[in-house]
């Protein structure tokens, strides 16, 4: 049985994620997962501030992911034009809001008076499209702003979108000195560059490139390897189910399988990961509460979830106990 969790204790921010996120479960000889004495259920990172509750990355996902009792926040950084940080994911306005262009090309003054909420869409009883947010905007925050409202015992994960690197990551070195802090942020991203843009600083803390946690995921599943296990106490993420495209490539040409929901945390990738002690994994898109057992019985230390509103009470169901299948 996962045993209940403790309250998030209060202590010093540079202890948080190495509090907050451990692991769930292990196997028994009968083949049954359990939960070790005092470890506890994947907390929830609270995807792009709480996609799923209200719009991405704006203040008020944030305080609504809060209010929901979100174990930490995810938020997503650009670039404005006069090189602030702010909080925006697509590379074009009009896929959330009521502008267009990038977001390069706005100040952080101009993106504060765009409708961040314009596209954010729920249902009413009969089905119906509501645009709430339309008759009350919010608009694109900066991360001085929101990180600001976000209470210091909170962890925040800053996935870094915009390419060159260097820039961007300057500017967010800058915002994190201002607002002292470093020890409760965690940096992702996609590109590899950042790796490399963020070590000037070497109070970063990163998560190890999605490059490296993919290979390792691929190479466990295909070849059966643990190649280069990640290091002591390392930051791994990855999605618990993802389309995988295999390509086979032959002297004239090639041939491509697609799976459509590929399952790459596998116990053996689980295994291999833990290789070295204190390494986190972070399971990617765990929005129900078969994927959030199963990532539970797994041992994953956190799940990135689009509705903490939604999670909230699967989380508080498996710390009343859950015997893994």
Request: net charge neutral; proline share 8%; aromatic share 6%.
């Amino acid at each position: 049985m996962i045993p209940p969790m403790p309250p998030r204790p209060l202590l010093a921010c540079a202890m948080l994620f190495s509090l907050l996120f451990v692991s769930a479960c292990t196997t028994d000889t009968a083949g049954r997962a359990v939960a070790h004495s005092g470890q506890t259920v994947p907390r929830v990172i609270a995807h792009r501030g709480g996609t799923g509750d209200a719009p991405e990355n704006t203040l008020s996902a944030i305080r609504e992911a809060l209010a929901n009792r979100a174990d930490a926040i995810w938020l997503t950084v650009q670039l404005s034009r006069d090189g602030v940080p702010v909080l925006y994911r697509p590379a074009d306005l009009a896929a959330l809001t009521d502008a267009s262009g990038a977001v390069a090309a706005k100040t952080a003054n101009e993106l504060a008076h765009v409708n961040a909420g314009w596209r954010f869409k729920t249902q009413d009883a009969a089905g119906r499209d509501i645009y709430a947010y339309r008759t009350a905007p919010v608009g694109i925050p900066t991360l001085a702003e929101a990180l600001a409202v976000i209470p210091r015992d909170v962890p925040v994960v800053l996935d870094m979108k915009a390419l060159p690197a260097a820039p961007q990551a300057a500017a967010v070195a800058r915002v994190l000195d201002a607002a002292g802090a470093w020890n409760r942020v965690l940096i992702y991203s996609t590109e590899a560059d950042y790796q490399q843009a963020f070590a000037a600083w070497p109070q970063a803390r990163l998560f190890e490139s999605r490059d490296a946690t993919r290979g390792r995921l691929a190479a466990v599943a295909l070849a059966h390897t643990c190649p280069a296990p990640p290091p002591t106490g390392a930051w791994t993420a990855f999605e618990w189910r993802r389309q995988v495209e295999l390509v086979e490539r032959y002297t004239l040409g090639e041939a491509r399988s697609t799976v459509a929901a590929a399952q790459l945390w596998s116990p053996q990738a689980m295994q291999c990961f833990r290789t070295n002690p204190g390494v986190h994994v972070v399971a990617i898109a765990v929005n129900d509460e078969a994927d959030y057992k199963a990532a539970a019985c797994a041992g994953v230390d956190a799940v990135l979830a689009d509705s903490p509103r939604k999670m909230a009470p699967l989380h508080d169901a498996l710390q009343h106990g859950y015997r893994c299948p």
